[in-house]
């Protein structure tokens, strides 16, 4: 098997970035992941436009790239790219193995699929625990404001009036 395709699934996640509120891949990355020059996958996407809609790979814009390339420590000098990179949503990953009809291709995006899908379990049970602290929290502040309410109450009880009070009960002798 090829070395490439034995990268544990921590390796190909590490690949997967968030931009514009999406997991992307970059060009640069799945071609190596291919083992196909960058500008030869670029070159196909062009070629089948039609197959790569916005939502599936967009190119990145300066402010984007620069934020990508800071993340990864990419060189920023001479011998690196000219222009920013496109990048590919998950959709746009699983359309690439149809244009790039190599059985590594089928395999690399088999691996990355499934990266996909372990992520998105993970970002779902995220969602899920974060539904349910809110739901605790929203819980707790009803008992707080409860709480403090009691406790506003019982001070109240436990303050003095100001001013004498009249004496209830049996008085003996004068005090009538």
């Known amino acids: 098997m090829d070395k490439e395709l034995m990268l544990p699934d921590e390796a190909i996640a590490a690949r997967i970035h968030w931009v514009r509120g999406q997991k992307v891949m970059v060009d640069a990355d799945l071609a190596k992941l291919y083992n196909v020059p ?4 670029n070159e196909q996407v062009k070629r089948n436009p039609d ?28 011998g690196g790219r000219r222009y920013p990179p496109m990048v590919f949503t998950e959709h746009g990953v699983l359309m690439l193995s149809s244009i790039l009809n190599s059985e590594r291709a089928v395999a690399v995006n088999i691996r990355i699929m499934r990266v996909f899908v372990q992520m998105n379990r993970i970002l779902q049970n995220d969602l899920e625990l974060q539904i349910r602290l809110e739901r605790m929290e929203g819980r707790q502040e009803g008992r707080d404001e409860a ?4 406790f506003d109450t019982v001070k109240q009880l436990m303050e003095k009036p100001a001013g004498e009070r009249k004496r209830l009960g049996y008085r ?4 009538v």
């Open 38 to 41: 960058t500008k030869r996958l």
């Open 51 to 78: 197959r790569f809609p916005e939502d599936f790979m967009f190119v990145l814009n300066e402010t984007e790239w620069q934020a990508l390339r800071s993340q990864n420590a990419t060189s920023m000098g001479r």
């Open 147 to 150: 709480i403090a309410h009691l």
């Open 172 to 175: 003996g002798g004068d005090d």
